[in-house]
């Protein structure tokens, strides 16, 4: 996951139908700082909604953003019934592409079997929180314009689209 | 001063996006389409016919008898802006098979190159507003006039005087 031009929120949170993940409901999920420990239910996680298992990417992700304690870092896991159903990861990026220092959100995904309980808005309350704390008043994320489900989602929290537009262009060899 | 440039969505269209959020906010209630005819200052017959329109999708359904009227009928927050649109327009679909007068030259497939970039992006938007997140926004719209008609002195009322300034 590449933070800043190459950032994206991927995978589902709000979507398909919810199987049911014991404690799933709103009220007992706790939302805390990722430990070494959530890294392998991450992992499954982001490799059974995205189907590419990246193991490396995320241990490499877990020393920058979950091992050292920064309010401009976060790296959130909710915990339902002893498990990991969800992660959200994201930073305060300063003065990238001209903008004032501002939250991203780069990652999010709640387990298949515990969504529509409300896990995944509690994630983005809590790192829309962790930014407040940091010192910034705006939370910005990208997602690719056919990933419906997630942009449903971000929509419904209230984000819209922001003043920047992607660009991208293949490179000749 | 100038408005916010946007894009035009068409007369049925719109009525039908202003008629179905009126219903949405509360399923419960029956509104008469001369209540929402007067709210728009639209016609009541056009306004029927985009009803009927959107009765016969199971959008709304209606209500016989005194205090009749529509009802909505569907699920806000599955609902969408574009699943709305595409009842009474042909949006983000056929364009590949609607073929314009120099569309074959350099410059004719620039030029819809860039179009299609600007209908891909509106689709997208289109697509995933739902009904019930519209309705997030509206009531935020409200927040926000509330709030700033509180700042505003009323009609005719003298500015709030300045405090005396006191002698050290």
């Not at chain 1, 991927?10 to 706790?30: E, I, K, N, W």
């Amino acid at each position: 996951m590449n933070a800043g031009a190459g950032t994206k929120a991927r995978a589902a949170v709000s979507g398909g139908r919810r199987r049911g993940l014991p404690g799933a409901d709103t009220g007992a999920v706790v939302i805390r700082p990722a430990r070494r420990g959530d890294l392998e239910a991450v992992i499954a996680i982001d490799a059974r909604v995205t189907g590419l298992p990246k193991r490396d990417y995320w241990q490499s992700l877990y020393r920058r953003y979950g091992a050292k304690r920064d309010a401009g870092r976060q790296f959130l896991v909710a915990i339902a019934g002893g498990e990991v159903v969800g992660f959200v990861i994201g930073e305060v990026r300063d003065w990238e592409f001209g903008s004032p220092p501002c939250g991203w959100v780069f990652g999010i995904d709640v387990d298949p079997r515990a969504r529509q309980a409300g896990v995944g808005t509690r994630l983005l309350q809590a790192i829309c929180n962790g930014f407040r704390g940091a010192g910034v008043d705006r939370v910005r994320t990208m997602l690719a314009r056919d990933n419906h489900l997630v942009l449903s989602f971000f929509r419904s929290q209230g984000m819209m689209a922001g003043p920047f537009i992607p660009l991208e262009m293949e490179l000749s060899p | 001063m100038r408005g916010r440039p946007r894009m035009k969505l068409q007369m049925n269209t719109r009525l039908a996006l202003y008629s179905v959020l009126e219903f949405a906010s509360d399923p419960t209630r029956h509104i008469a389409a001369g209540e929402i005819a007067q709210r728009y200052g639209v016609s009541s017959h056009h306004l029927a016919k985009v009803l009927t329109e959107l009765a016969r999708a199971g959008v709304v359904e209606s209500v016989r008898g005194v205090g009749g009227g529509y009802r909505f009928a569907a699920n806000a927050r599955r609902l969408t802006l574009m699943d709305v649109i595409q009842m009474f327009e042909d949006f983000g679909t056929g364009d590949a098979a609607r073929r314009e007068d120099g569309d074959d030259t350099p410059v004719g497939t620039a030029l819809a190159a860039v179009l299609a970039e600007i209908d891909e992006i509106a689709k997208a938007t289109f697509s995933t507003i739902t009904l019930a997140t519209m309705l997030r926004l509206i009531e935020r719209q409200r927040a926000d006039a509330a709030r700033g008609a509180a700042r505003r002195p009323a009609a005719g009322a003298s500015p709030p005087a300045r405090p005396a300034r006191r002698r050290p």
